[in-house]
């Protein structure tokens, strides 16, 4: 062997082997080995099963060695220069038991049982390895690892009855002995066990050294009763060993539970073991108690910690919470940093104790006379919820700078002793107190921030003004501004343009109506965006409320304008809004404002287009031609129009009104609490997940009744308005066509350079002047009159009338289809404000 270097199997340098291209093969000793991660190091002889492990007796696991009998050649002759009794394959040399006084074997066996319950083996009882046969029958067996008594050959007969009888019943605490020793002494040096289960077995070693001392004791007396003739009989022994019997039998059994669990699975392991093996037994539940004491204390910390800090400390991942967000972890996050709130950590099901799901059961009674406040966002959240919740609030004040305070004004309550905090962990129904207090006050504590120093309402109805389009001024001076652009395909659409004038339209707005200075901070980080599908596509592509038994088809592909693709999103969320204002949220806000802005400017051009009709009625020869195109831009107006009106002020301002009132309402709750603590019938958000709770029916309700859960209404009302644009598009180009707007504005000129240019009292100048102008509108009138009688003309004008009927049609029957149902009131009063004189349905349906 060459040290330090590998080896081969003809022992020659590396440097050959590498040189003929063999394969090296290393020593067991620089094999690799996978650890856990983030764990301190550790000998490799603590790991059992590392390769080349020749280290067993400081692992515990030297019974379990098939070769643990054999002695090198060099070391046996050194020992042993005359043959070893053990290695001789002739007859045998020594007396054997059986032919020996009763008395003697006793003192024998004695002796090697001694041994035996410190785990050592003597040459009579031995420790068999587990085997797994067959019987006679064909029936599988397995008999478990544990002392036995040697070969029937080698003890040299059948053992007197009373002796094997007292054996049997003792040899069973030697080989449990042996299996929580070798647990012990393994997990004991493997930190990824996790702290629960060290500390678990440094509990069990603590019983260990007990009943070693007890076993010293007994050693200690076998000597002595050999010096001063007072034998001890194996019988005395047993009765002596009795408690030690069974606390051993409890333990081996605590031993297999735990095997291969840590953290709150081992604690909800321990706990079944007690309460289905133990309810009644004094010794056992002792034992369980005792240990259970011992290795919840760390998992009762962590607890503490998360409810009173929100921080938990868990290397070892045995907390039924995982922080999964690294500036969670670290407390790195700034006033300006976006916090996905659900993203911060998570639950983990598996080290959930099981007290806090029976903790539900005992406190449904005593829970309203408890906190007779409680809202109904939060009564029917499990013990498991609200301690989950209570941290990530905890979490939540501490990033808002205000530090573990009561919104109470009282001072924190003094850290529990582990004694105390175990009790409190083990108890569910103390536990689930526990937590209903901390949750309570976390959620008071972070909700007084919310409505108070960071005003979420401010902020609130930030959305409401420019993704809800609240105010007027704001879409219209916007519009004048990116219309040109908004026209245009997406490719060809400035974006940073649009985002000027959106920042220029929104300075103005602030400047006639002062924000906050949260809102303020929105306002910096509002910015504009276009998106590569419109909305149908978007909410088909999300599969949201689609009721259509037949499946749909993405809408082919095709380049979108810029009106359709336009969208408002934030560069950040400043904390805590983000809370409030999740992602989830965001998008349902985006969704809003793509909906109505949509709706909205379509309603802008059909405006549009009857103010260029109006210059068409003081031609009163074109009344009759163009009865057909009015018409047609009466019904779409009417419908967009109603739709517009609908959304804004049958859906949004009630829902709004109501939140407003409600959070108006919290927010007085929060600055005059202790005038509110009798008030049980305010139906308003006391807690935070009340305050979510609120504001998500609120998008939940405006995103159903604005129609964007249901998509076959979305896609006909987008069939309807896609094809107003369009028809406002083709009367455009006809207006521009006819040069009506250039015929009138000449007019305008020469009538204004008349009345303004030097006076002359001359009456034939305006006589030829009014003349002339009768002239101009006739001749534009007779041209206009013409194209109004064109082929092409009139089926476009036949052709966009079928094709809207045919929409709106399909647009009414559906609405139709649920009228009357409660569910589907909003339906309803929609069908009712499109035809609130039978006008429409009497069109669509003449019969």
């Not at 002796?111 to 067959?134: K, P, T, W």
């Not at 077995?201 to 007994?218: D, P």
């Amino acid at each position: 062997m060459n040290d330090g270097t590998a080896s081969t199997e003809d022992d020659k340098p590396l440097i050959e082997f590498l040189q003929e291209h063999n394969q090296c093969k290393p020593r067991k000793t620089e094999s690799f080995q996978f650890v856990a991660a983030n764990t301190p190091h550790s000998p490799d002889w603590v790991y059992s099963t590392a390769e080349g492990v020749d280290r067993v007796f400081l692992g515990g696991s030297y019974l379990s060695e098939q070769g643990r009998h054999a002695l090198p050649l060099e070391m046996e002759q050194e020992l042993f220069p005359e043959p070893h009794p053990a290695s001789q394959k002739g007859g045998v040399t020594h007396q054997q038991l059986v032919e020996l006084p009763v008395d003697m074997q006793e003192q024998f066996l004695l002796d090697e049982l001694v041994g035996a319950m410190m785990g050592l083996e003597g040459q009579f009882l031995r420790f068999h390895s587990m085997e797994i046969g067959e019987t006679e029958e064909g029936e599988e067996y397995v008999e478990p690892a544990g002392f036995g008594f040697a070969s029937f050959s080698y003890i040299g007969g059948n053992l007197d009855s009373s002796l094997q009888s007292i054996l049997t019943r003792m040899l069973p605490l030697c080989s449990n002995y042996v299996h929580v020793n070798q647990y012990v002494s393994s997990c004991l040096g493997m930190y990824e066990c996790g702290i629960v289960t060290r500390t678990l077995c440094e509990a069990i070693n603590k019983l260990l050294r007990e009943y070693l001392e007890f076993v010293a004791n007994l050693n200690y007396l076998l000597r002595e009763a050999g010096t001063d003739d007072k034998n001890i009989s194996m019988s005395m022994v047993y009765v002596n060993s009795q408690p030690s019997i069974r606390t051993m039998a409890v333990l081996y059994q605590v031993v297999s539970t735990a095997r291969g669990k840590k953290g709150g699975e081992l604690l909800n392991a321990l706990q079944n073991l007690m309460s289905l093996h133990y309810v009644g037994d004094a010794k056992g539940s002792e034992v369980m108690s005792f240990l259970l004491m011992e290795c919840a204390a760390p998992y009762a910390r962590m607890m503490q910690s998360w409810l009173q800090r929100g921080k938990v400390h868990d290397p070892y991942s045995e907390f039924m919470i995982e922080v999964t967000d690294k500036r969670f972890r670290e407390s790195q996050v700034t006033f300006q940093q976006r916090m996905e709130w659900t993203d911060w950590c998570r639950v983990q099901d598996e080290h959930v104790l099981d007290s806090l799901y029976d903790a539900n059961d005992q406190m449904s009674s005593t829970r309203n006379a408890m906190f007779g406040d409680e809202s109904r966002a939060t009564s029917n959240m499990s013990a498991r919820d609200k301690a989950y919740t209570t941290g990530k609030y905890r979490r939540a004040i501490h990033f808002c700078d205000e530090g573990p305070i009561s919104s109470s004004g009282q001072e924190t309550k003094a850290e529990q002793t582990k004694e105390e905090e175990v009790n409190t962990l083990l108890n569910p129904l103390k536990l689930s107190r526990c937590i209903d207090h901390s949750y309570h006050d976390a959620s008071d504590t972070l909700l007084h921030l919310l409505m108070g120093k960071y005003d979420i309402l401010s902020s609130l109805r930030f959305m409401k003004k420019y993704f809800l389009l609240d105010q007027g001024d704001f879409f219209v001076n916007f519009l004048d501004g990116v219309e040109t652009e908004l026209h245009k395909e997406l490719p060809n659409v400035l974006q940073g343009r649009v985002q000027n004038w959106l920042t220029t339209t929104m300075a103005r707005s602030m400047e006639s109506n002062p924000q906050s200075s949260h809102s303020t901070q929105f306002a910096s980080s509002l910015r504009c965006c276009f998106l590569d599908r419109n909305v149908r596509d978007t909410l088909h592509d999300m599969g949201k409320g689609r009721k259509s038994s037949r499946s749909k088809k993405s809408s082919r592909a095709k380049v979108l304008a810029g009106f359709e693709a336009i969208a408002f999103e934030f560069k950040n969320v400043p904390f805590p809004a983000s809370l409030v204002l999740s992602p989830v949220q965001l998008r349902s806000y985006q969704l809003l404002f793509r909906q109505i802005f949509f709706a909205k400017y379509v309603e802008r051009q059909l405006v549009n287009m009857w103010s260029d009709h109006q210059l068409l009625k003081q031609m009163t020869a074109l009344r009759a031609a163009c009865s057909p195109t009015f018409s047609l831009r009466r019904r779409m107006l009417h419908f967009i129009q109603n739709f517009v009106y609908y959304m804004k002020f049958e859906v949004i301002e009630p829902h709004w009104r109501e939140l407003e009132s409600k959070l108006n309402a919290s927010k007085e709750y929060c600055l005059n609490r202790s005038k509110h603590d009798d008030s049980t019938e305010a139906n308003f958000p006391r807690t935070v997940d009340d305050l979510l709770n609120e504001h998500n029916q609120f998008l939940t309700r405006l995103f159903t009744q604005c129609l964007l859960s249901n998509y076959d209404l979305i896609e006909r009302a987008s069939k309807i308005m896609t094809t107003c644009l369009l028809f406002c598009t083709q009367i455009k180009f006809f207006m521009e066509s006819t040069k009506v707007h250039e015929t009138l504005e000449n007019t305008r000129i020469e009538r204004s350079m008349m009345r303004f240019g030097k006076k002359k009292k001359n009456s034939d100048r305006e006589t030829e002047f009014r003349a002339k102008r009768e002239e101009n509108i006739q001749r534009c009138s007779d041209r206009i009159l013409k194209e109004y009688r064109t082929e092409n003309y009139q089926h476009m004008i036949k052709k966009f009338d079928q094709v809207f009927t045919s929409h709106l049609a399909e647009f009414m029957k559906n609405l139709n289809s649920d009228y009357g149902q409660r569910s589907n009131s909003h339906l309803t009063n929609l069908f009712m404000q499109l035809d609130y004189n039978g006008f429409v349905s009497s069109s669509l349906y003449p019969e």
